[in-house]
């Protein structure tokens, strides 16, 4: 995938199909909420003119009609508990975070097996349910919380900024961050593996 960064927005570009390219676009939009316009394509063809080769490439080769175009909201922080009475929230409902580390639909994932192997389990096993629960939100709200932090810096440094001196700055200091700084942020981010299964609590 591709990525890439200007004023107030980021564009990503990954190929999907030997025939299928996907593409997004990120960034602050000055209009209302919920704001459709007739046109998303030529309004994005607009804002991105001034944007890299591919960019423009993708973006000349898009059928209007697959164009969508959504708000995009975020849990700051996300709920304080994840779990209430019976009920385990997961996914965005839990801890909607800003797409800027593309780790939403990830840490989604992530609960699905969680709720099996920490709360079925356990219970499974005889165990009571409360503690079971308390395992789970215990084991996934540090975790999400602090991709949603750097979900947050990621924004802040990458696609947040306006033009002129703003990207001239984080351009210096990305070329001076050493790629294996990257590789250690993106491994503390995509380098998880499912806990073992609880051992119940009687
Ligand atoms: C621009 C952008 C790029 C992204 N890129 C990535 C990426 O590269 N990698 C990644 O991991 N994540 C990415 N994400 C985040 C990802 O899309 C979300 O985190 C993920 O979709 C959350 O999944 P979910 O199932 O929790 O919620 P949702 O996908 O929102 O699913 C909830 C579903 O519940 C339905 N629903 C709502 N209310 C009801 C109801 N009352 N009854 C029945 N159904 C209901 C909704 O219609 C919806 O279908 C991106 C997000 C954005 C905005």
Do not use: K
């Not at 304080?80 to 909607?96: E, F, K, L, P």
């Not at 409360?130 to 750097?150: E, K, N, T, W």
């Not at 700055?169 to 609880?198: E, F, I, K, Y």
Request: charged letters at 15%.
């Amino acid at each position: 995938m591709r990525q890439y960064w200007g004023p107030h927005a980021e564009f990503g570009i990954l190929r999907v199909a030997d025939d299928q390219t996907y593409w997004y676009w990120y960034g602050y939009a000055a209009m209302p909420e919920r704001t459709v316009l007739d046109d998303e394509l030529g309004a994005a063809r607009e804002r991105f003119a001034g944007w890299a080769a591919p960019v423009h490439e993708v973006l000349a080769a898009t059928a209007p009609d697959v164009v969508m175009r959504h708000d995009v909201h975020q849990l700051p922080g996300g709920l304080r508990r994840y779990t209430t009475g019976r009920v385990v929230m997961i996914g965005d409902a839990a801890h909607g975070t800003l797409p800027t580390m593309g780790q939403g639909a990830a840490t989604a994932l992530e609960d699905g097996p969680c709720v099996g192997l920490l709360v079925g389990a356990p219970v499974a096993a005889g165990g009571r349910l409360a503690p079971a629960l308390d395992g789970f939100d215990a084991a996934r709200r540090p975790r999400c919380r602090a991709l949603a932090r750097s979900s947050v810096a990621s924004g802040r440094f990458g696609s947040h900024p306006g033009g002129g001196w703003q990207q001239s700055v984080r351009n210096s200091l990305m070329r001076l961050t050493p790629t294996s700084a990257v590789l250690r942020g993106s491994h503390a981010a995509m380098g998880w593996t499912p806990p073992q299964p609880a051992s119940p609590t009687y």
